[in-house]
């Protein structure tokens, strides 16, 4: 007798962007551009770690966005109205020797393919066949001081073609016009993200329930790299942050080289990289399961200021507003609380809280375009992502709080969607709440 299949018997088909939608970004360039203009785009070059190694190589994010290429050594070259076609793409040939050594590469016939290259052609010809094909083309559309030794060979070709009137005589920055495009997630892109931060809050999960005093900080971080790796995501969108005691309260401490005490908390900041998109998700919990009196005071004010902020995330609204509105708790809530034992205003909590509540999130983990248009702050629109994340950093030293709250470093951060409606927090499968963590951590130790 055949069993009839369930939906646990299928494998789940994991988000991925379609070249249709790298179709539509390019389309979109490319009609801002207009005839008369040509776009280069370069990924990022394999940067060497030691001697004859080399760190894991991930391609430049402008370049990833409009091409989906994810090899080393390419180039592409976007050409409006060119009828033999608009897309080319410069990139490693095949070669036999290497692909045995290193695993294969898409070659030129996979860069038209796989990619949706119109033409492409091999990366070491690129200076005789590139400056040929910006021949006529008065406008170049390149970003320099991204990678300078590229930024010196595009400088050289247009040197070479400025003897001719019709040739090369505007640069314009392209970088503008790629990153306003990147503020604005597609569905696909939220569910890469999605997947993203899905896979990172496992990782914390079980990082929490392997929590116990006497730890390295970087037992924990092991924990969350095993989780990741496990799901098939080898690759963290930052280094990540194990932070425990007086370590927390250095926002961006990254050395992990701590040990995990009895009595203290300890934050953790940790995303993971799901097909070049990044999640970004920090909890801070009670190293041995319990939160003292002062840490559950602080740490409920922390998440006070936090529900605040997301409240505060909506269209039209300033993308200044969560920050405030967390800014506002947080002051209100220390001088009621008596933490202060003076007030010096924006001096202390700049201190305190030391950075703003949040950032876009994308391709990069601080992803790219402007916060202010026009000499103003930006208002939030459906298709934003973006992290909130308020913090109390009280250094053991603060003469300004009273010696019980010292040396707490308390952080809450999740990923957020700006919708029609309102937000959508794409985070919420991980606990927050002090009774959540209690029941969490030490649970598998």
Known sequence: MRRASSSADRPVREPVIERREFVRRRRRLLDEAGDGCAIIVPTAPAVRRNRDIEYPYRPDSDFFYLTGFPEPEAVALLLPGREAGEYLLFCREQDAREERMHGPR??????????????????DDIDEILPRLLEDRPRIWYSMGEYPAFDGRVLGWLERLRSRPADPSELVDLHPRVHEMRLYKSRAEVRMIRRAVELTAAAHRRAMAACRPGLAEYEVEAELLYALHRAGCR?????????????????HYTANSGTLRDGELVLVDAGAEYGCYAADVTRTWPVAGRFSAPQRTLYELVLEAQRAAIDAVRPGRSWQAPHAQAARVLAEGLARLGVLRE???????????????????????????????DGEPRELEPGMVMTVEPG????????AVAAPWRGIGIRIEDVVLVTRDGVEVLSTSLPKSVEDLEGIVGSAA
Do not use: K, Q
Not at 112 to 122: H, I, L, M, R, T
Not at 351 to 360: F, I, Q
């Open 392 to 399: 109390l950093y009280i250094d053991p030293a603060e003469a």
């Open 235 to 251: 690759t963290l969108a930052y280094p990540c942050i194990v932070a425990a005691g007086a370590n927390a309260c250095r926002p």
């Open 343 to 373: 007030t010096r205003g924006d001096d202390v909590m700049g201190r305190l809280c030391a950075y703003p509540t949040g950032h876009w999130l994308g391709l990069d983990v601080h992803d790219v375009a402007d916060y202010r248009v």
């Open 106 to 123: 898409a070659g030129l016939e996979g860069a038209c393919g796989s990619y949706g290259a119109d033409d492409a052609f091999p990366i």
